[in-house]
């Protein structure tokens, strides 16, 4: 028996990296699992088999996050598969980097709509679909409380927006039950930011413990979120970083 057992969860981004392993450990605990993916369809059905090996429902639905009309029926597409929604992991973001002078208007705009307003547009989405006592989780970043090099900034910006709607959707949703929290993982090794890029040696050397993380580690305290341990876990960041904020 699985600590998420009868439960259904939406992993947006679920397709690789961070995403993918938390789809993974959700349904290692017993929950059906709903993945979106932009463009790897054949990453993303390789998660969806994965997931079915631990016997549980899943399926994956291509919606870009920069369109909020494809994220709502993702959604409703989700639901209607899994019969209902339990859990939501916004995970879905990209990666920008490079000196603030050349960040376009157009550049500012999409990360916004990537970090910012595609987990507005999903959270809304979900909640018809969501009884009492469901779980939100974002995954945002570490670099919103500290920023060690330059090149960050547009980043760290948006993804600083998650913290505000973290906090006002935790007092929103707390009559109903619902939590509402943020994962701020640090440097974790996904194709975006691999353990053995050419940053990767400086980047340990920011950490306490001196090493990356595996998305395994950020799936684990999702998952604690999502679980009966988190019933009572709401309006809160929980940095998972190997010390890089210590």
């Not at 090099?149 to 948006?158: E, F, K």
């Amino acid at each position: 028996m699985g600590q998420l057992d009868g439960r259904a969860a939406i992993v947006t981004g679920g397709s690789r990296g961070i995403g993918a392993a938390i789809a993974r450990r959700l349904a290692a605990d017993g929950a059906s699992v709903a993945i979106t993916y932009a463009r790897a369809a054949d990453h993303a059905h390789k998660v969806v088999d994965d997931l079915r090996e631990h016997g549980v429902a899943a399926l994956a639905v291509r919606a870009e996050a920069t369109d909020p009309t494809a994220l709502r029926a993702a959604v409703d597409t989700a639901a209607a598969a899994l019969g209902r929604l339990d859990i939501l992991v916004n995970n879905a973001g990209i990666a920008p980097f490079g000196p603030f002078e050349e960040v376009t208007v157009a550049d500012l705009d999409e990360v916004l709509a990537i970090h910012a307003r595609a987990t507005f547009v999903i959270t809304q989405a979900v909640l018809p679909h969501m009884g009492n006592g469901g779980r939100i989780i974002s995954i945002g970043s570490s670099l919103v409380e500290r920023v060690p090099t330059a090149g960050w900034t547009l980043y760290t910006m948006s993804k600083s927006a998650l913290t505000g709607l973290t906090k006002g959707l935790a007092r929103d949703l707390g009559p109903r039950g619902i939590t509402v929290n943020l994962v701020n993982p640090g440097s974790t090794d996904t194709e975006m930011n691999p353990a053995d890029g050419p940053d990767a040696d400086e980047e340990r050397r920011f950490t306490a413990l001196g090493r990356y993380l595996a998305p395994e580690d950020i799936a684990a305290t999702v998952a604690h979120l999502a679980g009966d341990g988190g019933r009572n876990i709401t309006g809160a960041a929980f940095t998972v970083d190997a010390g890089a904020t210590a």
